[in-house]
């Protein structure tokens, strides 16, 4: 069945499309360089393309996508990231643990400098990672520590082995997503094609499988977790939401959205036994998301591991600076005003302001629906990113998985303009080493236009959709 649906109909265009498909993958896999600028974006704006044509063609075979989008991740399984460094330091992590050497307690650079190598490839790591992510504490939770020990365990000492084995698991995490997102449109009856907006775009394939970036093991999870609630399983929902956050801190920043979702769901009446059943839940629903994820942590706590883990945060948001909006103009008006970097202002006053405007949409938002929860954690996270320090490509994928159970289209097109951000550094053997401000301002200005482009539509349209 699924050869006939393939060759049914215009089989040349459709093979040549797939092949086209794949042999692009396969170049960028094998035969790039991050610094091969113009060939980076050449190669995306291409995968892009054939990426928009592959769902044109295939909208109504479904099995077409999924092989498609599936084959093309496997294309990197022999491919060493050619975009980021991280992987490094996973593949650190993972053998620390298996050393049985707590990883939150240690830099990198802690035993280098001693002459201590604790891992085998100790040096070959340290240098692949780079001497900031070295220097730093590890800020990985343990569900992705789960994920380093695994490739560890599995891979001998052998790094090739060891991304081989973290690409097998997000894939399979990918297939879980489709599994749940799948389910999750059918049930919003909403069109499952929507769900290849993101499993089958390259960003994705590029950032998460290639590049070995464990946001879609996060995703999975939090998919998971939003079916689970959606069905009324809430109790298990938020167990599964716990393991998403231990894959990666992000998911704890929806917590507060789905206060009306609890209280005032069922809440027709407007009767006071129905509210406080509904605040009992949500007390509940916290609990047991706040305490699974602490006896996750469990393994690895003591005062220095809490000491430590703290300080790297910290430095996320008043130290580290990248592909940042808002945060670069407020630096700007810093430096005319003061005549200096005011990260270590802003940074502190952001946290607060992303607060109390998550806080606001919790009380004031329309989220007592799914599709309102849903769009509010959208809202929620992109406000976050547009005012944070540091926006790293791979954070879009949140925003995108969220973006296809909603109207909202910004995060598309950011899947495309963040390849930008790579470029940011196009100076960085010359004198200036700072990002082009340029190049990000082209970034930010596309996706803040889709942005509005999108809040207008949604208030002149009652519904539209990607299709």
Same mark, same amino acid.
């Given at each position: 069945?699924?050869l ?22 396969f170049?960028?896999?094998?035969a790039?360089?991050?610094t091969e600028?113009?060939?980076l974006?050449v190669?995306?704006s291409s ?11 295939f909208k109504?075979?479904?099995?077409v996508?999924v ?9 990197f ?20 643990l298996?050393e ?7 830099t990198? @650079?802690?035993f280098?400098?001693?002459?201590v190598?604790?891992v085998?490839?100790s !040096?070959v790591l340290?240098e ?9 504490? @590890? ?5 992705n ?6 490739? %560890?365990l ?15 698991l ?7 997503t489709?599994?749940?997102?799948k389910?999750?449109?059918e049930h919003l009856n909403?069109?499952?094609y929507?769900?290849f ?17 464990f946001?879609g ?9 939003l079916y689970?609630l959606?069905?009324?399983?809430? !109790?298990w ?8 956050i231990?894959?990666?801190l992000?998911p704890?920043?929806?917590?507060p ?8 769901k069922?809440?027709t009446s407007?009767?006071?036994k129905?509210?406080?059943i509904?605040?009992?839940k949500l007390?509940i ?5 706040l305490c699974?994820t ?5 393994p ?8 430590n883990?703290a300080q790297?945060?910290?430095l996320?948001?008043q130290?580290?600076e990248?592909n940042?909006?808002?945060y ?5 008006i810093g ?5 200096y ?6 940074g502190?006053?952001t946290?607060?302001v992303v607060?109390l405007?998550i806080l606001?949409?919790?009380?004031f938002?329309?989220?007592k ?6 769009t %509010?954690?959208l ?9 944070? @320090? ?9 925003l995108l998985?969220l973006?296809?159970f @909603? ?6 097109v ?5 390849i ?9 053997d010359k004198?200036?080493?700072s990002e082009?401000?340029?190049i990000?301002?082209i970034?930010y200005?596309i996706?803040y236009?889709?942005l509005?482009?999108?809040i ?7 519904s539209?959709?990607?299709?």
């Amino acid at each position: 069945m699924f050869l006939n649906r393939l060759l049914a109909k215009n089989n040349a265009y459709k093979l040549l499309l797939i092949s086209v498909c794949f042999a692009l993958y396969f170049v960028f896999a094998y035969a790039l360089k991050r610094t091969e600028y113009v060939k980076l974006i050449v190669l995306y704006s291409s995968l892009f393309a054939t990426f928009y044509f592959m769902l044109k063609t295939f909208k109504n075979n479904f099995y077409v996508l999924v092989f498609v989008a599936f084959l093309s991740r496997f294309v990197f399984i022999l491919a060493i990231p050619n975009l980021s460094q991280d992987f490094y330091r996973f593949i650190w992590d993972g053998r620390i643990l298996l050393e049985g050497i707590n990883p939150y307690l240690n830099t990198v @650079t802690s035993f280098i400098s001693k002459g201590v190598y604790p891992v085998s490839q100790s !040096q070959v790591l340290y240098e692949g990672m780079g001497p900031l992510n070295a220097g730093h504490f @590890t800020n990985y939770p343990p569900i992705n520590q789960l994920c380093f020990f695994i490739a %560890a365990l599995f891979s001998g000492k052998s790094i090739l082995g060891a991304a081989m084995v973290f690409r097998l698991l997000i894939i399979c995490a990918d297939f879980g997503t489709l599994y749940f997102g799948k389910k999750i449109l059918e049930h919003l009856n909403l069109s499952v094609y929507n769900i290849f907006w993101y499993l089958l775009n390259p960003f994705i394939i590029i950032e998460l499988t290639g590049n070995l970036h464990f946001e879609g093991v996060m995703i999975f999870f939090l998919i998971w977790s939003l079916y689970l609630l959606l069905i009324g399983k809430w !109790q298990w929902s938020a167990v599964v939401l716990a393991l998403s956050i231990s894959v990666k801190l992000i998911p704890l920043i929806f917590l507060p959205l789905f206060f009306k979702f609890f209280v005032f769901k069922d809440d027709t009446s407007n009767s006071s036994k129905k509210y406080w059943i509904g605040v009992k839940k949500l007390i509940i629903f916290y609990a047991i998301t706040l305490c699974s994820t602490l006896i996750l942590f469990a393994p690895f706590f003591s005062l220095e591991f809490v000491n430590n883990y703290a300080q790297t945060v910290k430095l996320w948001f008043q130290n580290f600076e990248f592909n940042a909006s808002i945060y670069y103009v407020a630096r700007a008006i810093g430096y005319t005003f003061r005549g200096y970097n005011e990260i270590g202002v802003i940074g502190k006053i952001t946290p607060v302001v992303v607060v109390l405007f998550i806080l606001i949409k919790s009380f004031f938002g329309k989220t007592k629906s799914f599709s309102g929860l849903i769009t %509010a954690m959208l809202i929620g996270l992109s406000f976050y990113f547009f005012t944070t @320090t540091t926006v790293h490509p791979w954070y879009v994928a949140t925003l995108l998985i969220l973006s296809v159970f @909603t109207n909202y289209k910004f995060p598309l097109v950011w899947s495309f303009v963040i390849i930008l951000s790579y470029l940011a550094y196009i100076n960085i053997d010359k004198a200036d080493k700072s990002e082009n401000l340029w190049i990000i301002a082209i970034e930010y200005i596309i996706v803040y236009a889709v942005l509005i482009w999108d809040i207008i539509k949604q208030k002149t349209s009652k519904s539209f959709n990607y299709s």
